[in-house]
């Protein structure tokens, strides 16, 4: 692949010297040169779409990443390259890119400008859509104004769906490892080798390397903490909101994954055969899969990139050793979900408890108490949230904290969005699922709500304590409100993050630890 830009940068910049340089940054990466752009205040150089890997298509389908084929000339980074194939799952995701495509691998580094410190810390992001939606373009994902904390942003585009994950007997014989599925995984772990290879000539640290993602992103992040195939490329983890440990169910064995995607194939294709699979059409292979539930393709225990359940894995100490950073949103659930069209009455959540839990009613209420309408809302509310993705993530950080040695950092997001001025009356505030990320990045203004002094000042407070992490791995520094590490001996603190930042001891144990006891569905 030739890019021939002789009478564009590199003729201007022989002409005109560094400052041409400084109007339009070049790297020099593994694969060749990319030009990217300065912001309009000159502090921070984006370069956006690098390939990290060869373009998933043809003979690469369902097949783990294959390295970059080198270019000459310099290469423009000025644009995201295309998300995944995907359909329209959430109505909250927005994207900068020119649409999906299988040729998705690319990934984008925000990077201070020079003069800058050696060696800057390095924050890899990993966006979450339950591994059926999402991408790297996402204004809220923007890692412009992070980069200005003094670290090195990159973000990356992963395989999802039916292409990053579907798992057949035919793609198992055919891998060296005798895996099928988790190729969305391995394109992460390719995407982290790059990283170490190039990130140096970006300004950043290979050896100081911080992974962190929001739900499908943060599953990602503990599955990347489990995998022997990531360790090394990464010292530091920040999960927010999910983990690989869910509620009353371990993930399917690669046998199981495949006998349900056999299925899937076979009914919709008429074949198994991968070879057959990959002569087809993308738009053909998505549209059959829009057919099954979004979630129906996810990670598996495929005996390579995850050679146990999370669980085991954890439980066992046999994952990366790293300090973590981890946590959940409030509202994570919603009580509209456990009350469906029942009105949310006291009496009707008693009733609905009884309906779901039988004869273990009683010690699920003792865990989910209410003594009024409005108790039962918060009740409902935290139930949701918790079979969803709370005690997910509780069960890693406890895991971990038990297993590793290393230091833990538990928070609680709490700061509820401003109302927008047409929403309906009787609405009701809320820190609900993924309400952190534009906090996180500083990116409020992606969009459009009434923000409050509170709500900018909640965002920096963030922005803070997460870069500290990555340059240090703790959170805490000069002017930020003391974040105690999580532990027994200190009472399990959690960081409840919010314009009044407070830290307060876990009031919810008793209640996890009655959830971590349930059966667990082979």
Known sequence: MTFNRLTGSV??????????????????????????????????????????????????????????????????AVDFGPRAMQGRVFDDMIFRDAGPSEDCLYLNVWAPAPPRPPKLPVMVWIHGGGFAAGAASEPRQDGGRLAMKGIIVVSVNYRLGVFGFLALPGLARESEHRASGNYGLLDQVAALRWVRANIAAFGGDPDNVTIFGESAGSMSVSALMASPRARGLFQRAIGESGSLIDLGES?????????????????????????????????????????????????????????????EIYGAGRQSHVPLLAGWNQDEGSYHGFFGDDPPTLA?????????????????????PATSDAEARIAA???????????????????????????????????ALPLPPDAPQGAEAAAPH????????????????????????????????WTNFAKTGNPNGPGLPPWPAYSARSGYPVMHLQAAPRVVPDRQRARYEFLDQLPIDP
């Open 11 to 76: 003729l201007v910049a022989a002409l005109l010297g560094a400052a041409a340089l400084q109007a339009a940054p070049t790297v020099r990466t593994a694969g060749g040169v990319v030009e990217g752009a300065l912001s309009a205040d000159g502090k921070v150089g984006a370069f956006k779409g690098i390939p990290y890997a060869a373009p998933p298509v043809g003979p690469l389908r369902w097949k783990p990443p294959q390295p970059v084929q080198p270019w000459t000339g310099v290469r423009p």
């Open 251 to 311: 993930l399917p064995t690669r046998a199981q994954a495949e006998a349900k995607d056999l299925k899937f194939v076979q009914e919709a294709f008429g074949t198994v055969e991968p070879d057959v699979l990959r002569a087809r059409p993308a738009r053909d292979i998505l549209e059959a899969a829009a057919k099954l539930p979004w979630w129906h393709f996810a990670p598996d225990v495929d005996g390579d990139f995850l050679p146990a359940d999370g669980r």
């Open 434 to 465: 993924a309400a952190d990320i534009e906090f996180v990045f500083l990116a409020l203004d992606s969009r459009r709500l009434p923000w409050r002094p509170g709500d900018r000042a909640t965002a920096e407070l963030l922005a803070s304590y």
């Open 381 to 415: 509310r935290d139930l949701e949230g918790d079979k969803f993705i709370a005690y997910s993530t509780w069960a890693w950080i406890e895991r971990h904290l038990r297993t590793s040695g290393e230091p833990v950092y538990r928070y609680e997001f709490d700061q």
């Open 348 to 368: 009707n959540y008693r009733a609905q408890m009884k309906a779901r839990f039988g004869a273990a009613a009683d010690a699920w209420l003792q865990h989910y």
